[in-house]
């Protein structure tokens, strides 16, 4: 009786607990990299699952007949055939060795196509001109300067939803990376270098997005969000930014440049022209680093030298 | 006088490092002070410190291995636990000592905890299953171990004095240049990380020649353990990678200290240079740590079974093929880089192939379990563990390799999920595995089954409770690294991975409860015969702990198992083999070379990091002469009588005669 009654408890428990555990993952997946808004997103997610359905093929058996034979070769079950000699097998060697081989072998075809149909320099099929973006991190904050509008914003991105965008990206100091996990793959920003990636958002919204690579003490601050606004938003944007703010010359980007921490969103209502490249080639010095002599929200009075 | 070193170098002012620092502190001066009091110190001094047998050393190395996983955990439990706290609030680590959290937990686990440990059981098991007597080079083998000590005290003096990395466990450059990093923590890093590093070359040369040249008599190549085969390939891969990271960190250093520009913004520096060597050291460095362990499961998972390894050919096939392919893999480190698609798909197909040799592996422990007569003992456990975790983290590795979705996931939790389900799953579980299998032939006695078995499955739970949210935490594009955040969705994963800490963290204790419990039971728990799992290698072919010289004469080798058919013949005529000719053995004598060398390296390390130049002088000048006074010894050898040999060889053999005759199982 007793035993029953736990038995159904359990049962009933186990149900509501997957159900919880599905629901978890399922709302789990909300803002993140399976549930894209985006061309280049929704292609990476597809071979993300492709590759572990694939794998999980393979994986799902192995890990049972690991539990299977360990189980039922156990030294207690009489049952079980003791061959206390047999240590080899050309036929199972053969399968053994197949096995990987050819999952890999369909895997590596999906790695190949893949990197070339997703090669983050590769420009999105488009009826469309792609927007131009440049990126550039600085400790602690992303610059985006639109070169066709001559504006520039800081951790905030407006893009026209529907149309690609292409990033040219580079950094005014350390490394950092340039990710936005719902419309496709991170990109590296580096000093003195320059980086490519096409990116779309097919539908309106907002998209968070952050720096992936750890880049000193503002790091967690180095996030954004990105707009995806209909066309006529857009051009809103950019007229608001031209009215207001300062312009972004080689004096206001070196003030910029400095570390900074949790930075908001601003504007700046034009930028110099060839800034972008004048950073990238190093035209104008990388960013200075910790700042000796000079109180520094961020750095440790032990690090002042 | 000093260099940069002064009073404000100490954080007075923050209470939590202070406070750990002292209670280390007063730990280690209580221990030193019963260690002199109760007049112990002649003891280790003679039997330790100067040791050169590689038994000892191993031991040593596991010890320092598990001492400096316990301060590597507490790192993770600082991390999770800030990380819990710091959604949208700042947590109680601020982000310069956060970012010192991470990084020394990262340095400390694979360079003080996992090598060490991997190393210590190499130490203490290859020459016993090869058969001889020692290492190739015992004084250099203990030189090698005290250069590990000494990286491992310069990691935790930063703690005290001074402040560690703030870069994370590889310093990408430029974020680890002057520019950038002015402070100390970087230099002790790289000065911890080179002393260490020299330590870990010479044991790569060290193991690399034992085993091309030491082997017992009638030992070939395919009649070495598994084991021994594995631990060859990681020596191998110590012999060439290692280099590649000295001379990484030389120009970094000389980047650092006389303003060269390998790696700098300026003048021709090209920080890119820096990532790609690093991982040509990086990679081959995650198989110089998982292929010991795969050793030791393939010893383990025979013996429990009662069975040789299946398929012991393809076995060493497959760890040569891992060997040579973990060196063409090292750009999946970097695909978000901007290589181009033919440079990311060439190498991820290269990695992807790596899955191959890991792939026999598994099915060949699957298929030596098959017809076997499984015992679950506690190293079984941890193998079975290993075999279902490692497939996970496998599939999770290979999905990494798909340029495409490491787009998506490079940087993430994902990856940091993926790369402790492999180096915990795999290395850390092999290396428990390898602890609780020779600890009764190190000591004499086995450890406490029920606790072992307990401690087991909390780490096994902990772990997937801890990084499965991590896994799913990933996906939802949460970076690592991260102090605090903003992002709601990631709050109740980074909860539950918190939550999973505290699973682990049982099961931590629970181990340390298992040694305690084990020390104070050790009679009852006590290996009489030196075989206490039935074991098929010559390692159990000596009384545990084997007596200095592990042999009383060195065994002839016929086959893939020698002990096994040795054991089997004397359990078909039901008596030993004949007693030896017992002769005279010659040992190394014991040499302090090692000590005072690390001494003299960490006087050395520590004035690089400080910058005082005559100090250097000091302990460059000191580690030299130690050197030359070794290189001039003229008695470098003792020798133990012909009939103490007998006598310690006699006493086993009764104690194994006694068992024989005893012995009730199936018989060839």
């Not at chain 1, 950092?176 to 958002?201: C, D, E, K, S, W």
């Not at chain 1, 910029?256 to 110099?272: F, G, I, K, M, N």
């Not at chain 2, 450059?173 to 002057?178: A, D, K, Q, R, V």
């Not at chain 2, 054991?567 to 017992?582: G, I, S």
Request: proline share 7%; aromatic share 14%.
């Amino acid at each position: 009786m007793l035993l029953r009654a736990i038995v159904r408890n359990c049962a009933v428990l186990g149900r509501v607990g997957a159900t919880t555990l599905l629901a978890g993952l399922l709302a789990g997946c909300q803002g993140g990299v399976l549930d894209p808004h985006g061309p280049v997103g929704a292609a990476q997610r597809t071979i993300l699952l492709n590759s572990v359905a694939i794998m999980l093929a393979i994986v799902i058996p192995t890990i049972v007949a690991t539990l299977g034979f360990a189980w039922w070769f156990r030294e207690t079950n009489t049952r079980a055939r003791y061959l206390p000699e047999w240590a080899y097998s050309g036929r199972i060697e053969l399968v053994v060795w197949s096995i990987p081989i050819l999952v890999i072998l369909f895997l590596s075809g999906i790695i190949w196509i893949g990197s070339h149909d997703l090669d983050p320099m590769k420009p999105l099929d488009s009826q469309q001109q792609p927007l131009e973006v440049q990126v550039v991190s600085l400790d602690w904050k992303w610059l985006f300067i639109y070169p066709e509008q001559n504006v520039a914003s800081i951790n905030r991105l407006v893009v026209p939803a529907g149309r690609p965008v292409h990033f040219s990206l580079t950094s005014a100091s350390v490394m950092n990376a340039f990710f936005v996990p719902q419309l496709g793959g991170m990109i590296y920003t580096m000093n003195g270098m320059t980086t490519q990636l096409h990116l779309q958002a097919d539908q309106q919204g907002e998209f968070y997005g952050r720096s992936a690579h750890f880049s000193g003490d503002g790091f967690p601050g180095m996030q954004f969000v990105l707009h995806a606004v209909a066309v006529d938003a857009f051009d809103a944007f950019v007229n608001s930014a031209r009215s207001q703010g300062q312009a972004l010359d080689r004096a206001s980007y070196q003030e910029l440049a400095r570390q900074s921490l949790d930075v908001p969103p601003s504007t700046y209502r034009s930028v110099e022209p060839d800034l972008f490249h004048e950073i990238a080639t190093q035209g104008v010095p990388p960013a200075p680093g910790p700042q000796a002599g000079r109180p520094e929200p961020s750095v440790s009075p032990k690090t002042g030298g | 006088m000093l260099g940069k070193l002064s009073w404000d170098v100490i954080p007075f002012d923050q209470p939590l490092p202070m406070i750990a620092s002292a209670v280390v502190a007063l730990a280690i001066l209580g221990v030193l002070a019963w260690v002199f009091l109760a007049g112990h110190f002649p003891y280790l001094w003679r039997e330790w410190i100067t040791s050169v047998d590689h038994k000892r050393i191993g031991v040593m190395y596991t010890l320092l291995a598990l001492l400096m996983l316990l301060r590597g955990f507490s790192d993770a439990v600082m991390m999770r636990s800030q990380q819990a706290l710091a959604f949208q609030a700042p947590g109680y680590l601020p982000p310069d000592h956060f970012n010192q959290v991470f990084s020394a937990h990262g340095t400390i686990m694979i360079f003080f905890g996992a090598m060490p440990f991997v190393i210590g059981l190499m130490n203490l098991v290859v020459p016993l299953q090869l058969g001889v007597r020692d290492v190739a080079f015992p004084t250099l083998n203990s030189v090698s171990f005290w250069l590990t000590a000494t990286g491992a005290l310069l990691v935790n003096i930063s703690l005290v004095i001074g402040e560690f990395a703030r870069t994370g466990w590889l310093p990408y450059p430029p974020l680890s240049e002057t520019a950038y990093s002015p402070g100390v923590g970087v230099d002790y890093y790289l000065w911890a990380v080179q002393i260490a590093g020299v330590g870990t070359l010479l044991t790569g040369i060290n193991f690399v020649t034992t085993i091309l040249k030491m082997r017992a008599p009638g030992m070939s190549y395919l009649s070495m353990s598994m084991f021994c085969w594995t631990s060859l390939a990681a020596s191998l891969l110590i012999v060439a990678a290692f280099p590649i990271l000295t001379a990484t960190l030389a120009m970094l250093t000389l980047d650092r200290y006389f303003g060269f520009h390998f790696f700098t913004n300026e003048a021709g520096g090209n920080m890119l240079m820096f990532v790609n060597l690093i991982w040509a050291w990086g990679h081959p460095e995650v198989y110089i740590l998982v292929l010991p362990a795969f050793g030791i499961f393939s010893e383990v998972i025979s013996t429990f079974s009662s069975k040789p390894l299946f398929g012991y050919r393809s076995m060493v096939a497959a760890t040569l093929f891992i060997c040579i392919v973990s060196f063409m893999v090292w750009l999946h480190h970097f695909f978000t880089m901007g290589a181009g698609a033919d440079v990311n798909a060439a190498f991820g197909i290269a990695t992807s192939i790596i899955a191959v040799g890991t792939g026999v592996k598994i099915y060949n422990w699957m298929f030596t379990m098959y017809g076997g007569r499984i015992r679950f003992a506690t190293p079984m456990l941890w193998s079975l563990g290993f075999m279902v975790t490692f497939v996970i983290g496998g599939m999770t590795g290979v999905l990494l390799a798909v340029p495409p979705a490491d787009f998506l996931l490079h940087n993430s939790l994902f990856l940091v999920a993926h790369f402790h389900n492999v180096i915990i799953g795999g290395v850390l579980f092999g290396a428990f595995a390898g602890y609780t299998y020779w600890f009764p032939k190190a000591f004499g006695f086995r450890l406490h089954e029920g606790w072992g078995k307990l401690a087991f499955w909390l780490t096994l739970i902990g772990f997937y409770a801890t990084f499965v949210p991590l896994y799913t935490v990933g996906l939802l594009g949460m970076t690592r690294r991260m102090q605090h955040f903003d992002v709601p969705a990631w709050y109740p994963w980074v909860l539950v991975a918190g939550a999973g800490m505290l699973i682990t963290t049982a099961g931590v204790v629970a181990q340390i409860i298992q040694l305690v419990v084990s020390i104070r039971q050790r009679a009852a728990l006590r290996d009489v015969t030196g075989d206490p799992w039935d074991g098929r290698s010559l390692e159990w072919a000596t009384p545990s702990p084997p007596p200095v010289f592990n042999f009383a004469a060195l065994p002839h080798v016929e086959g893939e198992e020698p002990y096994w058919s040795i054991k089997q013949r004397a359990r078909e005529q039901n008596r030993l083999r004949d007693e030896p000719e017992y002769e005279p053995i010659e040992m190394p004598r014991n040499s302090p070379t090692g000590f005072i060398c690390a001494f003299f390296a960490t006087v050395m390390g520590f004035a690089l990091i400080w910058h005082i130049w005559w100090m250097v002088a000091l302990g460059a000048l000191g580690a030299f002469a130690t050197f030359v006074v070794f290189a001039w010894r003229d008695i470098p050898e003792y020798v133990i009588p012909a009939a103490e040999v007998a006598r310690i060889d006699r006493a086993n053999r009764s104690a194994r005669r006694e068992a024989l005759a005893t012995y009730t199982g199936p018989r060839p």
